[in-house]
Every structure is written in C-alpha cells, then in structure tokens.
C-alpha cells in the first residue's frame, strides 16, 4: 500500500480547522503533519488530542518535515503564509478563505504556475451541483422568470448571500447576460410590474439556519424548484477534504469546485 499524503492544515484550532481534523483523523489516504495557528494564538503549545499523540497546535512552519498539501481555513491573516509555505515546499494548496482581493487572487495565479492550487468559496459539493443544473435551466429556459431565494441563521451580516450572487451570475452567464444588467434585490411599494429577463432576489433571516438556497424558474403555468438545503456546517469541511483528495493526483494549475465536479462526470 502507498505511503498517506502527509497534511498541514492552517488555521487548525477555528471552527474549519477543527470540523478538517475531525474528517483527517479517519481519512484512508491522509496523515496529518501539522496544526497551525497563529504566532498568537490561545492554542500555541496545546495538544491536538488523543487522534494526535505527540502533536501540538504550532506557529512555527520552519522545522515542519516534508509535507504534501496545504489544507487553509486561516482567513485572510493566515491566508498568505499559507500560500508561501505551500510553494515553498512544492506541496498542493486548498484554501477556502474568503474575500479575498484581487492581489490575493493573483497571488494564487502566481503559485499555481508551480503547484496545485484550489481555491473556492463554497466547498458544498451540492451547491456547486446546484449551480450546473441551474445554468443549465436557466439555459434552456430563457424566457421564464428567475427568482433566487436564500435563508440564514439570524446572525449573518450580509445580504444577498455570496452563494446566492454566486448562483445568480451563473444563471445569467448561461443566459449569455451580466447580473448586474439584470439583478433586481428588492421590490418594495409600487415597485411595477416585472420586467423580461430579471433575476430577482429574496432574502430570509432567522434562529439557526445554516444556509438555504432555492432557486425558481417559472413558466407560464408550470414551475421548476430547485433547492439545496445544508445542515451542518461540516458539508464545507468535507468538500474540502474531498478537494484535497483530487488535487493530490492534479498537475500544477489552479483549480476550483467546476473543475471538481465536472471530472466527477456531471
Ligand atoms: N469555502 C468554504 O466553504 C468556507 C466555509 C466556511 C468558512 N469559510 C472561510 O474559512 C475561513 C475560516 O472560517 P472559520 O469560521 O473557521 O473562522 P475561525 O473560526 O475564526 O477560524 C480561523 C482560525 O484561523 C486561525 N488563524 C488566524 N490567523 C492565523 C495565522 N496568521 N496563521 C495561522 N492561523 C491563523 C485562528 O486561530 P488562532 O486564533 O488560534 O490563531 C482561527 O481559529 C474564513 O475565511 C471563512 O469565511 C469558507
């Protein structure tokens, strides 16, 4: 049997880090070579726990033995030692921080001219799903409506979602148009009649939700729905993990979710 893919994971004690570890700790062809945090982190020196023995959470990438694959979940602060150690050490890079600017995109641009690199900003493998059948609709249907309706917990700040934006602009890709051209957020008081060719955004907002997205495509006496619902934030976690995996047999280049899932053969 081949030797495992030994891992570093950066931004190890945050909520991804810690739902990555979980899934490595079972992982057939992964070994976990690090923990990162930060140089200040509460979690420097602790150990990972029994999955682990001898391992601590560290800061210190210099001394790390050879490592195959970068797994980041730092945010933007840890964004970019990741990156740098990942090219440094030849190893494979998935990163799923978000927000990153157009310097950071092309950082990644950059990198990935030596090493494999997979960036995306929503790992769900539904989603990404998701956005294939909806294109395709979105495609084969042009003449009827399209609303976009997404639910989040009570405590997210944004609105539209970015994954709502994100379905939004395939659909209207597919429909050969900008979604700035055709995007309508809110409707409110005598707003008018709708207009050819609108996507149209609805937004919900309550208790625990973890991430709702539903899109609708209605005809003149018929509909298509199509939804996807996550339960649990671990589905992010996971598409990582199974990111990872694929990478490791990629040639350098950059990659995201539409290459994943189009080599699963949807
Ligand atoms: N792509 C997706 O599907 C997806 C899904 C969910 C979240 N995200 C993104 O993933 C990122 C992390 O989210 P999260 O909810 O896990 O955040 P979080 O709980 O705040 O975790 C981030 C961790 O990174 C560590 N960190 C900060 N600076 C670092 C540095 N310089 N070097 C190494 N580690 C550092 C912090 O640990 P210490 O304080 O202990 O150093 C922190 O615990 C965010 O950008 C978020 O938007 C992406």
Redesign the pocket.
Known sequence: MSERLRIVV????????QAVLALLAEHPRFQLAAA????????LGRPLGPAWPGLV?R?DWSGLSAFDLVID??????FE?AVNEAERHGAALVT????LDAAAQARLDQAAQRIAVFH?????LGVAILGRLLAQAARALPDWDLEIVEAHHRRKEDAPSGTALALGRQAAHARGVKLDEVAVYAREGRCGPRTDGEIGFAVVRGGGIVGEHQALLIGPAERIELAHRADD?SI?AR??VTAADWLSLQAPGRYGMEELVADRGT
Do not use: E, L
């Open positions: 950066q931004g190890a004690s945050g909520r991804m880090g990162m945090v930060s140089t200040t982190s509460s979690s959470y800061a979940f730092s945010g933007p602060a840890g030692s799923g921080t978000t927000g995306a900003a929503n790992f769900s934030r992010f598409g990582a």
